[in-house]
């Protein structure tokens, strides 16, 4: 009988072999933003006179004295300051940081403060302008929306509507978003500023968070609003205790947010269930904050509460001297491509401070603890037998022990 030779061992290290060759799937979750560090903290000296803004690398602080300056955020070294007496809240991005002085919209280089251009403004503006991708949007408070192109200040198109804008407009993709102290959400194109939807809320709405086809806005009727992009539709809605504050958080899975009843939640973005929910011990002052899988909020007094974005479970919490100036800005470190966390705060006497927070690169430090059931004495082993010793060849004649041959 012939016999097979088995080639499950040919098979098994075929298997072994691909297994090995086989990319590692690359884990790229989120991490938590703790254990934390205190990577630079600087004492401006002078009280904030506007909210600051952020580019990519610098931050922008308007101080006393009708002064604006500007600092590298990653290092903390400051880059120019120069003569600004701002009217309303600068906007940043482009390369340039853009303001109303008097009756003169500013746009400065922000590489070193230069004046880049300016352009008269006609009417007075109800909230701070917007900038992205290239244009730059005012809301004034007659209800016109003008739109600009950053580069230069020229006007781009005006829109005239029925309603000062109650927040600053938000731009994504190819609409402006501009809510608006009628209750209403209005959408205008981009490119030309016509309408493409209306939407009356039961409140009048916060900024806009605008994510792919998703916006999300909080209102003064103690909802949170998911809307469709695309033609304004209230896809769901999530009642608070209180008015829903400041900007909501987004991630891929779920929106966080605020409400004045001192209350964070976690909703799902797709269908509005509620993930979770966690008890403030502080009167929140602003939207949260995302840093890497953790939520950071900030009440009128430090410290700051961290939670993790899954489930909720408190995370830590981040020390500051002073009240909170300004929200919470997370910002990407362009060498690590880890986040940032940069924290301003005020005291009535020092003025302002500026604090740039990192995750640490160790793990906290255990406290040593004794083990459990010591063990208080080592058994002795036995002493092993000697070894036997070879006599010498005299001595084995001797006793009569044959000779080797």
């Known amino acids: ?199 009356r809320l039961g409140g009048k709405p916060n900024e806009i968070v605008a ?25 769901w809605r999530w009642r608070t205790g209180a008015d829903v504050r400041g900007l909501p958080a987004v991630d891929e899975q779920r929106v966080y947010f605020v409400s004045l009843d001192n209350v964070l939640r976690a909703l799902n973005r797709s269908n509005g269930v509620q993930q979770w929910i966690q008890m403030l011990r502080l009167r929140p002052t602003s939207g949260p904050a995302k840093a890497a899988a953790t939520i950071v909020v900030g009440g009128l007094q430090p410290p700051l509460r961290a939670f993790n974005s899954k489930d909720g479970a408190s995370a830590g919490e981040i020390s500051a001297t002073g009240e909170l100036a300004a929200p919470p800005h997370v910002l990407t470190d362009p060498e690590s491509d880890r986040p940032l966390l940069l924290i301003v705060t005020r005291e009535i006497g020092k003025g302002a401070t500026v604090t740039l927070v990192a995750q640490s690169n160790e793990p906290a430090a255990a406290p040593f603890t004794a083990l459990p059931n010591p063990i208080t004495t080592v058994p002795s082993l036995p002493a092993p037998p000697p070894a036997p010793t070879e006599q010498p060849a005299i001595a084995r004649i001797a006793s009569g022990t044959p000779r080797a041959r």
């Open 211 to 235: 994510v792919d086809d998703q916006l999300f806005v909080g209102a003064a009727d103690n909802f949170l609003y998911c809307l469709k992009a695309s033609d304004g539709t209230v896809d």
């Open 1 to 199: 009988m012939v016999r097979r030779t088995t080639t499950i061992c040919c098979s098994a290290a075929a298997l072994i072999a691909s297994i090995a060759l086989a990319p590692a799937k690359v884990d790229r979750r989120p991490i938590s933003f703790f254990p934390i560090r205190t990577v630079w903290s600087l004492a401006l000296n002078n009280q904030l006179r506007q909210p600051p803004a952020y580019d990519a690398t610098r931050g922008y602080f308007a101080i006393d004295g009708d002064r604006l300056v500007a600092y590298d955020v990653v290092s903390g070294a400051q880059q120019w300051i120069v003569p600004a007496a701002m009217t309303s809240a600068p906007a940043a991005g482009g390369g340039s940081i853009f303001f109303v002085q008097g009756d003169s919209l500013t746009a400065l280089n922000g590489a070193d403060g230069s004046v880049a251009w300016t352009s008269t403004v006609t009417d007075k503006l109800a909230v701070p302008p917007a900038w992205h991708a290239g244009w730059l949007v005012l809301a004034g408070s007659d209800g016109s929306i003008v739109s600009m192109r950053s580069s230069d200040g020229e006007v781009i198109w005006r829109h005239d509507s029925a309603s000062p804008a109650h927040a600053s407009p938000t731009i994504a993709a190819d609409r402006v978003y501009v809510p608006q102290d009628n209750d209403r959400v209005v959408a205008l194109k981009v490119e030309d500023g016509q309408p493409v939807w209306e939407r």
